[in-house]
């Protein structure tokens, strides 16, 4: 296993993404037909989706404000003048047998996304994002594949980077960050489970300290940023181990198998794909107005990393907690609109963070700010301990409580009455001479099972810092309690 380490490191991953994201406009990219992901096969579908003879497309205004708004969350170049072409291949999901897409004239070029990992911060460059039109969806069951042409027509963005991954870490970090802006901005769901955003990744291997770009492959639809690290990594070690034994990289379509964790041959590639582009008669040039792409920046919200920044420099937020509420809108927001009600934000942001967000979705979460806050100063005042807090959050949604009458109810309160607890305290270490001893004789990890055994009796109740004082006051007495 040291010698197969030692031979990759002799080697250096290239790579670059291809990341497909739907857009979550009302209705199609060219035509009327509702967007929705989950209708019955075939219902949302009409003459343009279904490419029929005569039937023309018309541009929607919608998908194209949300691309511009993601070209500008990713800080490209808006161009002014865009044009749409026909993509020509040949699938049973796609009726036309073109894709209507964008070629040499693509909406958004030159933009950027820093991301952050153990190495250290790195900015990946963004070549281009440009709209298009997704395809059908092949459904295999049993001896039968049938279509579903709901999805044709769903309008996407393509954003393709440059090859200037290194790590499979630098590209999940990259599609992690890149999820989080769509989100923050409102353009898509991003529900790789459901399709609406899916990479491709394109990897070659080169001996490092070469500045010569290997033989690449190709990774097809990854629905998974776990998925596409993994992918990333056992096709590394595919073309590293071909290359370490004098063998040569083929180009070739391959997919991410996630039973066997190897990515699996799909077809050879003789030569780049030839989609034969062209210019779509049926739709004039788009041209945008300076006006129009400063209307929409002006409506641009705080993107992730600017709220990142601002939670930690002026509300003393930690750098994780701070991540977590930056890159999730639903408890972003709670947390903005909790923290001027309650006494410290930091404590806030990590109830949000620790137990509230187990309750939330990626839209909302069910607690008012003033619940929120109440609950936050109910710790910060010492009245609840954070381990009795989800108790408190589940009574108060299955209930309506407020969260003073959730912890009343519970009775978690917590004990800080110095008599009640050392009383308790002397009764605990005289019921556990033994590990007394252990203590004093400097076995210190004997403290926290004392300390758990008070908190065993006092059902968690008890103060934790009033009581481990009294417990230190105790041990030390030369006579015992």
């Not at 710790?379 to 108060?396: I, P, Q, W």
């Not at 005289?430 to 004997?446: M, T």
Request: aromatic share 4%; with cysteine.
């Amino acid at each position: 296993m040291k010698q197969t380490a030692a031979a990759e490191q002799a080697y250096e991953m290239v790579a670059g993404l291809e990341v497909h994201v739907e857009l979550k406009t009302r209705t199609k990219m060219f035509c009327g037909c509702p967007n929705a992901f989950d209708a019955p096969p075939n219902t949302n579908v009409c003459p343009v989706c279904l490419g029929l003879p005569g039937a023309l497309p018309a541009l929607n205004r919608e998908a194209v404000v949300y691309a511009v708004r993601a070209g500008l969350a990713l800080h490209c170049e808006i161009a002014r003048d865009s044009a749409f072409a026909r993509k020509h291949y040949f699938y049973p999901d796609l009726p036309k047998a073109y894709q209507i897409s964008q070629h040499e004239q693509p909406l958004c070029t030159g933009g950027w996304l820093d991301i952050r990992t153990e190495a250290g911060e790195k900015r990946i460059r963004i070549a281009r994002l440009h709209m298009e039109e997704d395809a059908g969806k092949l459904l295999h069951g049993g001896e039968d594949t049938r279509i579903d042409l709901n999805r044709c027509g769903v309008p996407l963005v393509e954003i393709v980077t440059e090859p200037d991954f290194r790590t499979a870490a630098e590209a999940r970090a990259f599609l992690h960050g890149l999820r989080a802006v769509l989100l923050c901005i409102g353009v898509s769901d991003c529900r790789m489970n459901e399709g609406s955003m899916r990479c491709d990744v394109n990897l070659s291997v080169r001996p490092a300290g070469r500045s010569a770009l290997g033989v690449r492959t190709e990774m097809k639809n990854i629905n998974s940023i776990a998925f596409a690290g993994k992918a990333m990594d056992s096709e590394f070690r595919r073309q590293a181990a071909l290359l370490r034994a004098g063998g040569a990289v083929r180009r070739q379509t391959r997919r991410f198998d996630p039973a066997s964790g190897q990515t699996v041959l799909m077809r050879e590639k003789e030569s780049e794909d030839d989609y034969r582009f062209f210019p779509e008669p049926d739709l004039p040039p788009l041209r945008l107005e300076r006006a129009d792409i400063e209307a929409i920046r002006a409506g641009m919200p705080e993107l992730p990393e600017e709220k990142k920044r601002r939670y930690v420099r002026t509300l003393g937020l930690t750098e994780s907690d701070a991540d977590i509420l930056s890159a999730q809108p639903a408890l972003g927001a709670a947390f903005d609109l909790a923290r001027t009600r309650c006494r410290e934000p930091a404590r806030l942001a990590n109830l949000l963070v620790q137990e509230v967000s187990r309750f939330a979705d990626e839209e909302a979460q069910p607690f008012s700010p003033e619940d929120l806050a109440a609950l936050s100063d109910l710790l910060s005042g010492e009245t609840l301990h954070m381990g009795s807090a989800r108790r408190v959050l589940e009574h108060m949604q299955k209930t309506g409580a407020s969260p003073a009458e959730a912890v009343d109810a519970l009775e978690l309160s917590l004990l800080s009455d110095r008599a009640a607890l050392d009383a308790v305290v002397r009764g605990i270490v005289r019921d556990n001479e033994a590990l007394a001893q252990r203590y004093r004789s400097g076995k210190a990890r004997a403290f926290q099972a004392i300390m758990g055994k008070i908190m065993q009796a006092t059902k968690g109740r008890a103060h934790p810092a009033i009581a481990a004082r009294l417990l230190e006051e105790v041990l030390r007495e030369p006579d015992g309690p």
